[in-house]
């Protein structure tokens, strides 16, 4: 056997990969088992949580060079190991041994899935695909039944009420068409109702009429707006958001729109120059979505708008999205508050958005403390998270969420702007027909409203029945390929 122009000798190589992957192998088993510890698991009762620790193991070193070693023999390279780690490291040892003349038994994969299994108790047993699709309920849909049995009929799996739009009598005449329609139907359409959380907005702004921010133009961040004077001033729904800012720290406007910079501090506080912004400018007004990327603010996760909203939550919901989750913390507290409004009822489902760098930093925490209490789900929000994260690291992130989610035995879903332009103008992009395609990987795929909702529905379906002929998680499936046959 030749590598890299010189002749080695392939059974000596064989008998270093085996030693290396029996040596891998144990270092991911006890690296792993601490980890569990570290979690407060040392006697787990779930599968999902020691297969994370034991993938987070794996995870922690540099497996390229091994793995190239391993395809020159044709031999796993352990990139599909997600759904289970150590049936994937045994059965390439087994080989490995059976390589070199040694006796080894191959590991019984079981039958059942478990991630399967999670899905169904999410989001309900699937009926056609395993990719389900969500939806975004607008607020006609209180009013239009019609609206809804479509939405269903065209292939809606989960109907998504925003807690932060509409209102109580809204939310709970969307929940009832929802059922009706589903039961007609006979088909399995679970309710999500979305809590706001302490998203940090635009409250007040001082300044000319329809002001606007280009590159290069200040304003300043207040505590508490003064409506006299002159200047570009603006508050925050959070007051206390401004006291954390410090110069030189980043800031972003409208999901993204523009970004700046802290340059100074002063009594009235913070001036914040405009780096970067659309041609037109950042129209500057209240309500607007602001970021601070790199401040950990400390805000409870959940509003007294949440805590008055969660009353119409625990009754209506079948999941609950909990919003700017950062914290196990955070999850005992939106458990305790839940229970004490639905008595002995079991708990809701739980879908864990992730929207800030704490949050994927503590994922896998927030992944087993929930999935131990009731059925969970990661939502990759990639709103928020795209600003907190960056752009161009949120592509590699949502792709690692994916990994840990299959790892953890925990369905992901993919949402966002998907396929954004179809649902609001009639026509889909390029662009976004291929990230809809990719959307296929993860386990729920989450259309936001628009006038064109329903084909948005239908168009999903079809892009993700054809995927599922070629792709599941990180498997490519070798079916016939039509356009060449």
Known sequence: MRGCGKTYDAKKELVALKDEVASLRAAVISEGEARLVDWGLAAPGEDGARNLALYLSLRSRDLSALQLRLAAFGLSSLGRSEADVLTSLDALLATLRRLCGEKADYPMREADDPLKRACDAVFGPAAERRTRIMATLPSEAADDPTLVSALIAAGMDCARINCAHDEARAWRRMAGHVRAAAERQGRACRILMDIGGPKLRIEAVRGPEKCRLGAGDRLILTERLDPRGKGVVASLNFPEAVKELK??????????????????????????????????????????????????????????????????????????????????????????????????????????????????????????RAAARQPTAVMIARGDLAVEVGFARLSEMQEEVLWLCEAAHTPAIWATQVLDQLVHEGVASRAETTDAAMAQRADCVMLNKGAYLPQGVRFLRDVLDRMDRHQWKKFARLSRLKAWS
Request: hydrophobic share 45%; glycine share 10%.
């Open 247 to 368: 110069l030189g720290m980043e800031i972003s406007f409208d999901d993204g729109k523009a970004a700046g910079r802290v340059v100074a501090r002063g009594d009235a506080g913070v001036e914040v120059e405009i780096l970067s912004a659309r041609a037109k400018g950042l129209r500057l007004k209240p309500g607007k979505g602001v970021n601070l990327p790199t401040v950990e603010l400390g805000l409870s996760p959940l509003t007294e708008k949440d805590l008055a909203d969660l009353d119409s939550v625990a009754e209506l919901a079948d999941l609950v999205g909990f919003s700017f989750v950062q914290r196990v913390e955070d999850i005992s507290l939106l458990e305790a508050e839940l229970a004490a409004r639905r008595g002995d009822r079991p708990p809701p489902g739980l879908v864990l958005k992730i929207e800030t760098p704490l949050a994927v930093r503590n994922l896998p925490r927030l992944i087993v």
